[in-house]
């Protein structure tokens, strides 16, 4: 079953951009799937930020996208998440997931385990 | 703010059944058929439960059912256990690349 585990500073200064890593085990991520960041800040609902396919087409929150990169590192089998000029308001877990079935992106069944990111000023 | 609007809580004693429903602003649900729905527990990762309206993945009891009507999708837990008690979650597109996540629903078993 494919694992998926997120990395990157839990502290990002604000204005600065936020870098996170998922690095993905027991599957290729080039073979197929959508890839994918969604955020929760504390105590608060789930937010999507976007997605990547396998051959690298990519999809944002239309709210975020002028800040948000996915990009992908099929050698190192992992796919990362930018986020840049961020304030308070990016204070979140960051969760990276998996689609249940190929070609679909609003069945996610393999998650991380998410990462609390804290912007500070 | 969500394109999707579900009650803040939902409760019911154990052995009932409860419905929490996920209002589109539009006729999302029935154009796409695409309504997804996640439990939540806390410090936990979100788990999939249902998707395309009605479909378990593996592993997901049958006590969990969903369902849509129009711009709304419902979630069913039947036989409520103290278990279920938990955060859910409806999904679903915003268009046919984006998606939307409800604001969530509490589920406390009384």
């Known amino acids: 079953q494919v694992q998926l585990q997120e990395s990157g500073p839990g502290l990002v200064k604000s204005s600065e951009t936020l870098s996170l890593s998922c690095h993905v085990s027991d599957y290729s991520i080039g073979r197929g799937y959508y890839w994918g960041w969604i955020r929760q800040p504390p105590g608060k609902g789930l937010e999507w930020i976007g997605y990547i396919h396998n051959r690298g087409a990519t999809y944002y929150n239309p709210s975020l996208e002028s800040r948000v990169d996915i990009s992908k590192d099929t050698s190192n089998n992992q796919f990362s998440l930018k986020l840049s000029s961020v304030t308070a308001a990016d204070t979140a877990i960051y969760y990276c997931?998996?689609?249940?079935?190929?070609?679909?992106?609003?069945?996610?069944?393999?998650w991380g385990q998410g990462i609390l990111v804290t912007v500070s000023s | 703010q969500s394109d999707l609007t579900q009650p803040a809580s939902v409760s019911g004693s154990p052995g009932q059944s409860i419905t929490i429903s996920c209002i589109g602003k539009t006729s999302d649900f029935g154009e796409y058929d695409y309504a997804s729905w996640y439990q939540q527990h806390p410090g936990k990762a979100p788990k999939l439960m249902i998707y395309?309206?009605?479909t378990r993945p593996s592993g997901v009891s049958d006590r969990f059912s969903g369902s849509n009507s129009g711009n709304t999708a419902s979630l069913t837990i039947s036989g409520l256990q103290p278990e279920d008690e938990a955060d859910y979650y409806c999904s679903s597109y915003a268009n046919k690349t984006t998606v939307v996540f409800g604001g969530g629903t509490k589920v406390t078993v009384l």
């Open positions: 395309d309206v009605n």
């Open positions: 997931a998996r689609s249940l079935r190929h070609g679909y992106i609003v069945d996610l069944d393999s």
